[in-house]
Protein backbone atom coordinates (compact mmCIF):
# COMPACT_ATOMS: atom_id res chain seq x y z
CA UNK A 1 0.00 0.00 0.00
CA UNK A 2 1.10 3.39 -1.16
CA UNK A 3 -0.22 6.30 0.80
CA UNK A 4 0.84 9.80 -0.30
CA UNK A 5 0.72 13.53 -0.42
CA UNK A 6 -0.55 15.99 -3.00
CA UNK A 7 3.68 17.25 -2.00
CA UNK A 8 4.27 14.00 -4.74
CA UNK A 9 3.87 13.73 -8.43
CA UNK A 10 2.37 10.38 -7.87
CA UNK A 11 2.82 9.59 -11.71
CA UNK A 12 6.38 9.89 -12.28
CA UNK A 13 7.05 8.38 -9.01
CA UNK A 14 5.37 4.93 -10.07
CA UNK A 15 6.98 5.25 -13.65
CA UNK A 16 10.57 4.99 -11.92
CA UNK A 17 9.88 2.38 -9.53
CA UNK A 18 10.17 -1.13 -9.60
CA UNK A 19 6.95 -2.77 -10.98
CA UNK A 20 6.25 -4.37 -7.78
CA UNK A 21 6.31 -0.78 -6.19
CA UNK A 22 4.47 0.75 -9.00
CA UNK A 23 1.47 -2.31 -9.28
CA UNK A 24 0.91 -1.57 -5.13
CA UNK A 25 -2.76 0.33 -4.61
CA UNK A 26 -1.77 3.81 -3.60
CA UNK A 27 -4.28 6.69 -1.15
CA UNK A 28 -3.25 10.06 -1.97
CA UNK A 29 -4.29 12.89 0.71
CA UNK A 30 -4.71 15.91 -0.63
CA UNK A 31 -3.82 18.30 2.53
CA UNK A 32 -3.68 21.52 -0.19
CA UNK A 33 -3.53 21.48 -3.90
CA UNK A 34 -2.03 24.20 -6.38
CA UNK A 35 -5.69 25.18 -8.68
CA UNK A 36 -6.99 26.96 -5.97
CA UNK A 37 -4.17 28.41 -3.19
CA UNK A 38 -4.73 32.15 -3.59
CA UNK A 39 -1.70 34.23 -4.62
CA UNK A 40 -0.13 36.83 -3.75
CA UNK A 41 -1.47 40.09 -5.96
CA UNK A 42 0.82 40.72 -9.11
CA UNK A 43 1.83 36.81 -9.10
CA UNK A 44 0.76 34.46 -12.08
CA UNK A 45 -0.65 31.32 -11.35
CA UNK A 46 1.73 28.19 -12.89
CA UNK A 47 -0.99 25.69 -14.18
CA UNK A 48 1.33 22.60 -14.46
CA UNK A 49 1.48 22.13 -10.36
CA UNK A 50 -2.51 21.85 -10.47
CA UNK A 51 -2.21 19.76 -13.17
CA UNK A 52 0.17 17.91 -11.67
CA UNK A 53 -1.77 17.72 -8.61
CA UNK A 54 -4.77 16.02 -11.04
CA UNK A 55 -2.52 13.38 -13.02
CA UNK A 56 -1.40 12.22 -9.42
CA UNK A 57 -5.06 12.14 -8.07
CA UNK A 58 -6.08 9.93 -11.61
CA UNK A 59 -3.02 7.99 -11.00
CA UNK A 60 -3.93 6.81 -7.26
CA UNK A 61 -6.58 4.26 -6.35
CA UNK A 62 -8.24 6.60 -3.74
CA UNK A 63 -8.49 10.08 -3.11
CA UNK A 64 -8.95 11.85 0.13
CA UNK A 65 -9.24 14.98 0.71
CA UNK A 66 -9.25 16.85 4.50
CA UNK A 67 -12.39 18.68 3.72
CA UNK A 68 -15.69 18.28 1.70
CA UNK A 69 -14.91 21.58 1.00
CA UNK A 70 -11.57 21.20 -0.26
CA UNK A 71 -12.74 18.32 -2.51
CA UNK A 72 -15.46 20.47 -3.86
CA UNK A 73 -13.12 23.35 -4.40
CA UNK A 74 -10.69 21.17 -6.44
CA UNK A 75 -13.14 19.48 -8.34
CA UNK A 76 -14.25 22.56 -9.55
CA UNK A 77 -11.19 24.04 -10.37
CA UNK A 78 -10.04 21.04 -12.52
CA UNK A 79 -12.97 21.10 -14.45
CA UNK A 80 -12.65 25.08 -15.10
CA UNK A 81 -8.79 24.44 -15.82
CA UNK A 82 -9.74 21.55 -18.57
CA UNK A 83 -12.79 23.62 -19.92
CA UNK A 84 -10.40 26.66 -21.47
CA UNK A 85 -8.41 23.65 -23.42
CA UNK A 86 -8.09 24.62 -27.19
CA UNK A 87 -9.58 21.33 -28.45
CA UNK A 88 -10.93 18.23 -27.11
CA UNK A 89 -11.64 18.72 -23.39
CA UNK A 90 -11.42 15.40 -21.21
CA UNK A 91 -13.93 16.49 -18.18
CA UNK A 92 -13.91 12.66 -17.85
CA UNK A 93 -10.98 12.99 -15.99
CA UNK A 94 -12.60 15.22 -13.03
CA UNK A 95 -15.39 12.60 -13.21
CA UNK A 96 -12.62 9.79 -12.91
CA UNK A 97 -11.38 11.64 -10.02
CA UNK A 98 -14.70 12.13 -8.40
CA UNK A 99 -15.80 8.91 -8.32
CA UNK A 100 -12.94 8.08 -5.90
CA UNK A 101 -13.01 10.52 -4.03
CA UNK A 102 -13.47 10.50 0.04
CA UNK A 103 -13.56 13.15 2.74
CA UNK A 104 -11.11 12.12 5.92
CA UNK A 105 -10.40 14.73 8.44
CA UNK A 106 -7.32 15.65 9.67
CA UNK A 107 -6.01 13.61 12.61
CA UNK A 108 -5.32 16.12 15.61
CA UNK A 109 -3.57 14.59 18.96
CA UNK A 110 -6.09 16.95 21.19
CA UNK A 111 -6.09 14.90 24.36
CA UNK A 112 -2.40 15.82 24.85
CA UNK A 113 -3.69 19.71 25.84
CA UNK A 114 -5.47 17.50 28.65
CA UNK A 115 -2.70 17.17 31.16
CA UNK A 116 -1.55 21.11 30.81
CA UNK A 117 -5.37 22.52 31.76
CA UNK A 118 -4.73 23.09 35.49
CA UNK A 119 -1.56 24.13 35.19
CA UNK A 120 -2.71 26.64 32.44
CA UNK A 121 -6.16 27.99 34.77
CA UNK A 122 -3.56 28.58 37.49
CA UNK A 123 -1.02 30.63 35.29
CA UNK A 124 -3.54 32.87 33.74
CA UNK A 125 -5.59 33.71 37.18
CA UNK A 126 -1.79 34.94 37.98
CA UNK A 127 -1.08 36.85 34.95
CA UNK A 128 0.46 34.64 32.92
CA UNK A 129 -1.25 36.22 29.78
CA UNK A 130 -1.26 39.41 31.37
CA UNK A 131 -4.11 41.06 33.29
CA UNK A 132 -7.62 39.62 33.34
CA UNK A 133 -9.16 43.36 34.61
CA UNK A 134 -7.69 44.22 30.86
CA UNK A 135 -10.31 42.51 29.00
CA UNK A 136 -10.86 38.70 27.44
CA UNK A 137 -8.05 37.27 26.12
CA UNK A 138 -8.01 37.43 22.26
CA UNK A 139 -6.14 34.61 20.47
CA UNK A 140 -5.02 34.40 17.09
CA UNK A 141 -2.83 30.89 16.47
CA UNK A 142 -2.50 30.82 12.21
CA UNK A 143 0.62 31.75 10.21
CA UNK A 144 1.84 35.48 9.27
CA UNK A 145 0.91 35.11 5.79
CA UNK A 146 -1.51 37.01 3.15
CA UNK A 147 -3.92 33.69 3.03
CA UNK A 148 -4.97 34.43 6.67
CA UNK A 149 -5.79 38.24 6.06
CA UNK A 150 -4.38 39.69 9.05
CA UNK A 151 -5.06 42.95 7.81
CA UNK A 152 -8.35 42.64 8.04
CA UNK A 153 -8.58 41.51 12.02
CA UNK A 154 -6.10 44.47 12.78
CA UNK A 155 -8.60 46.64 11.23
CA UNK A 156 -11.67 44.98 13.38
CA UNK A 157 -9.19 45.63 16.58
CA UNK A 158 -8.89 48.86 15.97
CA UNK A 159 -12.47 49.70 15.43
CA UNK A 160 -13.21 47.54 18.76
CA UNK A 161 -10.69 50.07 20.30
CA UNK A 162 -12.10 53.24 18.79
CA UNK A 163 -15.18 51.94 20.85
CA UNK A 164 -13.67 51.30 24.16
CA UNK A 165 -14.01 47.28 24.34
CA UNK A 166 -11.60 45.98 26.34
CA UNK A 167 -9.55 42.92 25.10
CA UNK A 168 -5.88 41.26 25.56
CA UNK A 169 -4.15 40.16 22.40
CA UNK A 170 -2.20 36.86 21.69
CA UNK A 171 -0.76 37.19 18.10
CA UNK A 172 0.64 33.31 18.13
CA UNK A 173 1.80 31.36 15.04
CA UNK A 174 4.73 31.10 13.18
CA UNK A 175 6.12 34.26 11.19
CA UNK A 176 9.03 32.93 8.73
CA UNK A 177 9.48 36.57 6.85
CA UNK A 178 10.10 39.87 7.40
CA UNK A 179 6.72 41.25 9.11
CA UNK A 180 4.62 43.54 7.10
CA UNK A 181 3.72 47.18 7.50
CA UNK A 182 -0.03 45.37 8.64
CA UNK A 183 1.82 43.77 11.66
CA UNK A 184 4.61 46.65 12.26
CA UNK A 185 1.91 49.01 12.83
CA UNK A 186 -0.35 46.33 14.72
CA UNK A 187 2.48 45.99 17.46
CA UNK A 188 3.01 49.28 18.23
CA UNK A 189 -1.28 50.76 18.30
CA UNK A 190 -2.10 47.93 19.82
CA UNK A 191 1.08 47.79 22.35
CA UNK A 192 -1.18 48.21 25.15
CA UNK A 193 -3.66 44.96 24.22
CA UNK A 194 -0.82 42.74 23.67
CA UNK A 195 0.60 39.93 26.03
CA UNK A 196 1.57 37.42 23.67
CA UNK A 197 3.52 38.13 20.06
CA UNK A 198 5.06 35.76 17.95
CA UNK A 199 5.48 32.02 18.57
CA UNK A 200 5.34 30.61 21.92
CA UNK A 201 8.63 28.80 23.35
CA UNK A 202 7.40 25.72 24.09
CA UNK A 203 4.66 22.82 23.25
CA UNK A 204 3.79 23.38 27.18
CA UNK A 205 3.78 27.18 26.84
CA UNK A 206 1.34 26.66 23.92
CA UNK A 207 -1.17 24.57 25.64
CA UNK A 208 -1.17 27.13 28.44
CA UNK A 209 -1.99 29.82 25.93
CA UNK A 210 -4.69 27.69 24.70
CA UNK A 211 -6.39 27.06 27.76
CA UNK A 212 -6.59 30.43 28.55
CA UNK A 213 -7.18 32.51 25.79
CA UNK A 214 -11.20 33.61 25.68
CA UNK A 215 -11.43 33.55 22.11
CA UNK A 216 -9.84 32.59 18.96
CA UNK A 217 -10.14 33.83 15.63
CA UNK A 218 -9.98 33.71 11.79
CA UNK A 219 -10.16 36.10 8.99
CA UNK A 220 -8.60 33.40 7.02
CA UNK A 221 -9.47 33.49 2.58
CA UNK A 222 -7.60 30.07 3.06
CA UNK A 223 -8.59 27.25 4.78
CA UNK A 224 -9.29 23.41 4.04
CA UNK A 225 -9.65 22.14 7.45
CA UNK A 226 -8.01 24.46 10.25
CA UNK A 227 -5.90 22.27 12.47
CA UNK A 228 -5.06 25.49 15.02
CA UNK A 229 -8.49 26.60 15.27
CA UNK A 230 -9.54 23.26 16.26
CA UNK A 231 -6.92 22.70 18.90
CA UNK A 232 -8.31 26.54 20.28
CA UNK A 233 -11.75 25.21 20.55
CA UNK A 234 -11.21 22.12 22.46
CA UNK A 235 -9.28 24.40 24.49
CA UNK A 236 -12.08 26.42 25.68
CA UNK A 237 -11.59 28.96 23.40
CA UNK A 238 -15.35 30.84 22.32
CA UNK A 239 -14.55 30.58 17.78
CA UNK A 240 -15.17 33.60 15.89
CA UNK A 241 -15.15 32.22 12.30
CA UNK A 242 -15.90 33.33 8.81
CA UNK A 243 -18.79 31.51 7.28
CA UNK A 244 -16.59 30.26 4.42
CA UNK A 245 -14.28 27.52 3.52
CA UNK A 246 -14.01 24.46 5.74
CA UNK A 247 -15.18 26.08 8.92
CA UNK A 248 -18.78 25.31 8.64
CA UNK A 249 -17.75 21.75 8.43
CA UNK A 250 -15.83 21.88 11.90
CA UNK A 251 -18.46 23.74 13.48
CA UNK A 252 -21.84 21.81 13.95
CA UNK A 253 -24.85 23.21 12.38
CA UNK A 254 -26.74 24.11 15.31
CA UNK A 255 -23.55 26.44 16.66
CA UNK A 256 -23.23 28.25 13.13
CA UNK A 257 -25.37 31.48 13.92
CA UNK A 258 -23.12 31.34 17.27
CA UNK A 259 -19.84 31.73 15.88
CA UNK A 260 -20.18 32.04 12.57
CA UNK A 261 -19.75 35.89 10.96
CA UNK A 262 -20.45 37.13 7.04
CA UNK A 263 -19.06 40.07 5.00
CA UNK A 264 -18.44 42.92 6.96
CA UNK A 265 -19.59 41.18 10.19
CA UNK A 266 -16.46 40.69 11.73
CA UNK A 267 -16.95 43.33 14.35
CA UNK A 268 -19.84 42.98 15.90
CA UNK A 269 -19.00 38.84 16.32
CA UNK A 270 -16.05 40.35 18.00
CA UNK A 271 -17.89 42.39 20.04
CA UNK A 272 -20.55 39.99 20.97
CA UNK A 273 -17.46 37.32 21.70
CA UNK A 274 -15.52 39.32 23.98
CA UNK A 275 -18.85 40.42 25.75
CA UNK A 276 -19.68 37.01 26.10
CA UNK A 277 -17.04 34.22 25.86
CA UNK A 278 -18.25 31.85 28.37
CA UNK A 279 -21.96 32.08 26.51
CA UNK A 280 -22.07 28.46 26.65
CA UNK A 281 -20.11 24.67 28.18
CA UNK A 282 -16.78 24.18 27.47
CA UNK A 283 -17.64 20.53 27.70
CA UNK A 284 -20.34 20.88 25.39
CA UNK A 285 -18.45 22.87 22.61
CA UNK A 286 -15.34 20.26 23.07
CA UNK A 287 -17.76 17.91 21.89
CA UNK A 288 -17.75 19.38 18.36
CA UNK A 289 -14.18 18.70 17.79
CA UNK A 290 -13.27 15.95 19.79
CA UNK A 291 -14.27 13.57 16.64
CA UNK A 292 -10.79 15.10 15.32
CA UNK A 293 -8.54 13.40 17.78
CA UNK A 294 -6.89 10.19 16.80
CA UNK A 295 -8.59 8.42 19.43
CA UNK A 296 -11.27 9.06 17.50
CA UNK A 297 -10.43 8.68 14.19
CA UNK A 298 -7.83 6.39 13.94
CA UNK A 299 -10.23 4.25 13.22
CA UNK A 300 -11.62 5.65 10.17
CA UNK A 301 -7.78 5.86 9.03
CA UNK A 302 -7.87 2.02 9.33
CA UNK A 303 -11.25 1.44 7.06
CA UNK A 304 -9.93 3.88 4.37
CA UNK A 305 -7.19 1.96 3.42
CA UNK A 306 -8.74 -1.59 3.90
CA UNK A 307 -11.48 0.20 1.38
CA UNK A 308 -8.75 0.93 -1.00
CA UNK A 309 -7.43 -2.09 -0.72
CA UNK A 310 -10.36 -4.16 -1.27
CA UNK A 311 -11.38 -1.86 -4.03
CA UNK A 312 -7.45 -2.93 -5.14
CA UNK A 313 -8.67 -6.76 -4.92
CA UNK A 314 -11.98 -6.52 -6.50
CA UNK A 315 -10.71 -4.95 -9.27
CA UNK A 316 -8.30 -7.78 -10.07
CA UNK A 317 -6.24 -8.60 -6.97
CA UNK A 318 -3.45 -6.35 -4.99
CA UNK A 319 -0.82 -5.99 -7.42
CA UNK A 320 2.00 -8.17 -6.52
CA UNK A 321 6.11 -8.13 -7.76
CA UNK A 322 5.93 -10.28 -10.65
Known amino acids: MLLASDMLDLPVFLAVAEPGVARTPAILYFHENQLTYPLPSGVERDLGYGLKNL ?79 GGPLLLWNQRWEYDK ?39 EELAGHIVQWGNVDTATDYASLLWSADVVVS ?48 VAALQQALAQPDAWSEDWQRTWVARFDWGNLGSRYDEEIRHCWEKAAYAGGPHRPA
Not at 106 to 124: K, M, N, T
Not at 240 to 262: K, M
Request: glycine share 8%; with cysteine.
Open 55 to 133: ASAMAATTVLFNSDYHRREFLEAAADVLRGMPDEIPLWAVEEVEAKARVLPVGCDLRRFDRHRAGALSEAAAGRWGDPR
Open 149 to 187: APAELFAALYELRARGVGFRLAMAGPNQGTPTADFLRAR
Open 219 to 266: TAIHEFFGVAVVEAIYCGCRPVLPRRLSYPEIVPAEAHGEVLYGEGEL
